[in-house]
């Protein structure tokens, strides 16, 4: 076996630099600048060593699902690189404390239970993460996120609360139709509440997620190859 070292998967290099041409590519057809663009890797069920070969490559910006397997493999990746992590997955009530002690950004807060838990935590921990209102665009059963009905409700209760702290607002359109009038439909109301951060996009459609406005995509697959 190579050295755990040096033994980065080279393919991670390259698809990172393939899906920053591809959002460059994007942004430059919508009129924007790449710069506007943070490309949030996603790195779920993938192994530690994965994340490695991306920050050798230079990524900085990370996105899991889980606060368990966020827990296992970013903490300990601290003492020698700087980078951000994001959790971008439905949050359950008690485990705020612990997303609050690792992660820099939550893009996932999606109702009142879950501020009160975050809130919390942030005055027991003494840290204060970055946050996101993520939006069930599709009004689906299962999945997480506030409904597009009490979304701007819920918006303006969590900048009374949380101040500058909230920055935007996140989504994951339904798998089976055309993203663009969800992103469209949230980049609408980023703009309504002032928010200046629109977390959308994933392998599949980041690219028509700048074309509407994204700032923030998160990719995982394009990056680190089928999970
Ligand atoms: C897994 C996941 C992603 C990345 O999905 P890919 O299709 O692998 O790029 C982005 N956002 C969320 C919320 C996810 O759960």
Redesign the pocket.
Request: charged content about 20%; glycine content about 18%; aromatic content about 0%.
């Given at each position: 076996m190579a050295s755990p070292v040096t033994s980065a998967p080279p393919d991670i290099a390259d698809n990172l630099r393939h899906v920053h041409d591809r959002i460059a590519n994007a942004a430059i057809a919508a009129g924007r600048q790449p710069e506007e663009i943070t490309l949030v890797a996603?790195s779920?069920t993938k192994p530690v060593e994965a994340v490695r070969a991306a920050l050798r490559a230079g990524q900085r910006v990370f996105?899991e699902?889980r606060v368990q397997e966020a827990q296992g493999k970013f903490p300990p990746l601290r003492t020698d690189h700087q980078f951000t992590l994001h959790l971008?997955?439905g949050l359950q009530t008690n485990k705020a404390r612990d997303a609050v002690r690792i992660a820099d950004v939550i893009e996932t807060l999606d109702r009142p239970k879950l501020a009160d838990a975050i809130a919390a935590a942030m005055q027991r921990e003494g840290r204060s993460p970055t946050l996101l209102v993520e939006v069930n665009v599709g009004n689906e059963e299962q999945k997480s996120g506030v409904s597009r009905d009490n979304a701007d409700g819920f918006i303006d209760e969590c900048k009374g609360r949380f101040g500058r702290q909230l920055v935007g607002l996140m989504c994951?359109p339904p798998l089976d139709e055309d993203p663009r009038p969800h992103f469209t439909w949230l980049a609408d109301r980023a703009a309504k509440h002032r928010l200046s951060v629109l977390s959308m996009g994933?392998?599949?459609d980041f690219e028509a997620a700048i074309a509407c406005g994204a700032t923030w995509v998160?990719?995982?697959?394009?990056i680190f190859g089928a999970?």
């Open positions: 996603v779920k996105g699902n971008i997955g994951v994933m392998s599949a998160r990719v995982g697959t394009a999970r």
